[in-house]
Nanobody, 129 residues
């Protein structure tokens, strides 16, 4: 059973940076589409970023494009989310998610949380103004 473990969350001032990491425990990481999602209190879980198995293609929510960067290291079974120029509205619990990418149209599924099969426990990010 694949497990995802996020780390790197914390408290940061507006304009600051954080780097989230997500460690994937399984042997399938190099075939997985990986995504980051976030959920603030009282709101639905929303898409942040995704990256294909090869790392060639990335996807971003409009609200984070140009400020956040998703990357992966298949040798370390880890996906990262570099978050720069953070804003108070970025405060949320951030979740890492995975699914098998084989045979799928990534463009059609990357932003949909229902398409992901495995989820981490989440890490809290709080941005103070």
């Amino acid at each position: 059973q694949v497990q995802l473990v996020e780390s790197g969350g914390g408290l940061v001032q507006a304009g600051g940076s954080l780097r989230l990491s997500c460690a994937h425990s399984g042997r399938t990481f190099s075939r997985n589409l990986m995504g980051w999602f976030r959920q603030a209190p009282g709101k639905e879980r929303g898409f942040v970023a995704a990256i294909t198995w090869s790392g060639v293609s990335t996807y971003y929510a409009d609200s984070v494009r140009g400020r956040f960067t998703i990357s992966r290291d298949n040798a370390k079974n880890t996906v990262y989310l570099q978050m720069d120029s953070l804003k108070p509205e970025d405060s949320a619990v951030y979740y890492c998610a995975a699914r098998d990418q084989s045979g799928m149209s990534v463009t059609a599924i990357a932003r949909n949380p229902r398409e992901y099969r495995v989820w981490g426990q989440g890490t809290q990010v709080t941005v103070s103004s």
